[in-house]
């Protein structure tokens, strides 16, 4: 990691940039985020696809001058378009793409955001995107994969991968989780580590991570907005600079936006000239199914407590339109034990209805249509040990 201490202006850390700190990416009248997802088949229903626009060989950073990097972009760009075409797994949306001199000024990259978990990595990602595409709740380990959101320009792409919070692994599901971890690290062309203001300076196992990272590192300290007094921040910041030598230190919040802006000018700055990895038009790999199952996670996140979110995983069994404006989504909540589908079910039906009226108003915002949601909770003894299982439900790295 290079040095170069390079923070951001004083004035950063207070004044905020608000909400106008949108990325400068040419958007598109507001639509329903569902409308421009991919409506393939069950992903969860097969293992899921290795990210299959995954980059070439890290062998272009060892170039040393103008005439290797010319040679070493025509191979990457050879090789990852041999990647896309030799695509045999349909679902993921690819791109064709040709020696095209128009992309000699395009910039594309991936960017991944790492951390600890409830840094705030996920919200950190809608923000830069404009989207809610992650779900986020104050519960640890809300993230459990790997999430593509691409911010689409005229003239760049960036692949933002949220990922799971780094954690010493108890489960096999764990396991899988700290895998994305370590893939989306080396894909990446930039590291976003986000820690935040009150964290306890118990990342070692993010920083161990770290130092097999050749790219650029930008340490981002996120959640100033509750910073007491500017002091805070600056203290911070200058433990953090003393802890660990990483290219830039960011404070921001990604809540609401403060330093979000100037992040996205370096992070620019930063991307090699490369044509885009997905079509311009997309906003994620992940499928409408997958949203539709992470909403419903979200909601049991945040109705219930201690360990018994942490034991379900959701599994969209049918995704129909019904008519134009109509969806009908049946999903599996899926428990480790009996005591717990009580739990979640609650007196009456009570507790699981109010997951469904949560889960599905959120769902019509997400897929901007009505959703008839109908949802069952099944018994599927020890399912976070069990490899078979986690690769059915989309846990293969
Ligand atoms: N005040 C404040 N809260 C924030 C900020 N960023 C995130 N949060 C809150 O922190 C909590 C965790 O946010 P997430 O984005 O889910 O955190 P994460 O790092 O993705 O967490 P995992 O997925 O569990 O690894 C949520 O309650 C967020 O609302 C911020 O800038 N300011
Ligand atoms: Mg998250």
Redesign the pocket.
Known sequence: MAQQPDQLPKAEVSNADTSTSKPKAPKAAKAPIGAKLNSEPNDLSKPQPAPKAAKAPKAKKKAKDDDDLDLLADLEFDLAADQLIGDENPTQSTLSISADPAFDNHKAGFVSIV??????????MNQLIGEKL?I????????RHRIFGLLNGEDFQIVYS?T??VIQPKYELHRSMMRFVNASLEDADLVLF?T?LFEDFDETDVIEKLKRVEVPVFLLI?????AKTPDQVEERIAIWKERLQTELVVP?????GQGTASLFDEIIKRLPNHPPYFPKEDLTDRSERFFASEIIREKLLTNYRKEVPYSCEVIVQDFKERGDDMLYIRADILVERSSQRAIIIGHQGEALKKVGVQARADMETFFGKKVYLETHVKVEPDWRNKANKLKYFGYSS
């Not at 951390?115 to 950190?124: C, R, Y």
């Not at 996120?222 to 509750?226: A, E, R």
């Open positions: 951390g600890k978990p409830n840094a705030g990595k996920s919200t950190l992650s986020i709740t104050s519960r640890a380990q809300t993230t949220d799971p919070g986000v935040d996120n959640k100033i907005d509750l921001i919040s990604a809540l609401l």
